[in-house]
């Protein structure tokens, strides 16, 4: 699982990595890698999966905000998590507006322990929707070594050759 951040405070946006990286357990949640997003206009060059996990700045100073952001994201990929961080919390309605549907809407807060527990509430409930998703049929994943890729079933295309009694596995995504 991937989880992105795209927030402009650089203060900000360590001290959510430092959280990310307290609150894994290998445990509790599949493996993740956490990655920093600094340029905001390379979001269609990300590897967006169904279990990836945004965490997004709604206000950021650029020409651009956080509700842009997670409208193109959604363009890309219906299926993954946008949580959306903000000072502002009368922002709610905005959100509501845009159709994006986040998974969660989190006021910035200095109170480091409501920040963590919050933070650790939502992705617990993320993983949860993931690891369901995988059991109750929809996704099939495959793991290498290195790495795990979860596909959905209604991606895959499996033929035959009844020649030669192989099989063959094909992925076929975003073909429509």
């Known amino acids: 699982m991937d989880i992105y951040i795209i927030e402009d405070s650089i203060a900000f946006r360590s001290r959510l990595v430092k959280l ?23 979001i ?57 549907y986040p998974t969660s809407y989190l006021v910035k807060t200095d109170n480091q322990q409501t920040l963590s ?10 993983q949860l929707e993931v690891k369901n998703s995988r059991h109750n049929g929809k996704q099939i994943v495959l793991t290498n070594q290195s790495q795990s890729i979860g596909y959905q079933i209604k991606d895959i295309f499996v033929s035959n050759n009844f020649f030669r009694h192989e099989k063959y596995f094909t992925h076929y995504y975003n073909l429509w």
């Open 117 to 126: 527990l919050e933070i650790s509430n939502v992705l617990t409930e993320i």
């Open 20 to 42: 990310l990286d307290e609150l894994h357990d290998p445990f509790l949640f599949d493996d993740w890698e956490v990655i920093t997003v600094t340029n905001i206009f390379s």
């Open 44 to 100: 269609n060059t990300l590897n967006i999966q169904d279990d990836s996990v945004f965490f997004i700045d709604v206000d950021l100073k650029s020409t651009i905000n956080g509700i842009d952001i997670g409208s193109e994201i959604r363009s890309i990929n219906s299926e993954c998590f946008i949580i959306f961080l903000t000072s502002h919390v009368d922002l709610g309605r905005n959100m509501i507006n845009s159709k994006i």
